[in-house]
């Protein structure tokens, strides 16, 4: 699964001709709660890069670095994360994305994976 990492990252930038591109900073916190019960934050403080082609009709973004994990009751510790994702135009008022992203275990545990994938209709 990893190597399908690499192999998109190699690949966004080649989306087309970039119209725009550049490199950003991103800090999220994301927090969960199971009911009312919080169950804790991780925060990202990552570096990116984006871009769309030259119609303006894809784009695509990569960006990771440090995510800090607080778990309610317990120890934070501090992972590696990262994000590839990318939009196409399906028409002038639709649009569809998708992302994938992984995380580091914290304290020895597995990798995190996970995907997001949608549409958009815009007004």
């Known amino acids: 699964m990893i190597k399908s990492v690499f192999a998109a990252l190699a690949a966004a930038p080649l989306f087309a001709g970039a119209a725009f591109a550049g490199p950003y900073v991103n800090v999220e916190a994301n927090s969960g709660f199971t009911g009312d019960d919080y169950t804790g934050t991780a ?10 082609n030259e119609a303006g009709t894809a784009g695509y973004y990569i960006q990771g670095g440090p995510s800090l994990v607080t778990p309610d009751g317990a120890e934070s510790d501090t992972v590696f994360s990262a994000k590839v994702g990318g939009s196409v135009a399906a028409t002038d008022n639709l649009s569809v994305y998708g992302e994938f992203s992984v995380a580091t275990g914290a304290n020895g545990a597995d990798n995190g994976y996970g995907t997001k994938a949608g549409v958009k209709y815009s007004f």
Do not use: I, W
């Open 43 to 52: 925060t990202d403080f990552h570096v990116g890069y984006e871009g769309t």
